[in-house]
Nanobody, 121 residues
Framework: QVQLVESGGGLAQPGASLNVSCAGTGVNLRDYYIHWFRQGPGEGRNFIACIDTIDDIGHYKDSVKGRFTVARNNAKNMVYLHMNNLRPEDTAVYRC??????????????WGPGIQVTVSS
């Protein structure tokens, strides 16, 4: 059974850093493009980042470029989203998704349930 599970969310102050992780079971994340999405209060689901399978290049939404970094840990079968200089508008439920299709394609094979990140002083 394939499962993706996010962890590491929580409460952070503006300007702080927080890492969220996506762990895979029953699936080798190394073989998939891993996307991060978020959904803020009253908002739809928004793309944040994607890491490809070829050379682990990350692709980012403009509003998080330079602040967020996506990275793999193949030994642990995990993908991380490192978030720096957090802003209140980063408050959202963050979800990871695994896709066999490239980062530019809107086709996803597996989803995590999501985890809350709240940025507030």
């Amino acid at each position: 059974q394939v499962q993706l599970v996010e962890s590491g969310g929580g409460l952070a102050q503006p300007g702080a850093s927080l890492n969220v992780s996506c762990a895979g079971t029953g699936v080798n994340l190394r073989d998939y493009y891993i996307h991060w999405f978020r959904q803020g209060p009253g908002e739809g689901r928004n793309f944040i980042a994607c890491i490809d399978t070829i050379d682990d290049i990350g692709h980012y939404k403009d509003s998080v470029k330079g602040r967020f970094t996506v990275a793999r840990n193949n030994a642990k079968n995990m993908v991380y989203l490192h978030m720096n200089n957090l802003r209140p508008e980063d408050t959202a439920v963050y979800r990871c998704a695994a896709a066999a299709a490239p980062c530019w394609a809107s086709s996803f094979d597996y989803w995590g349930p999501g985890i809350q990140v709240t940025v507030s002083s």
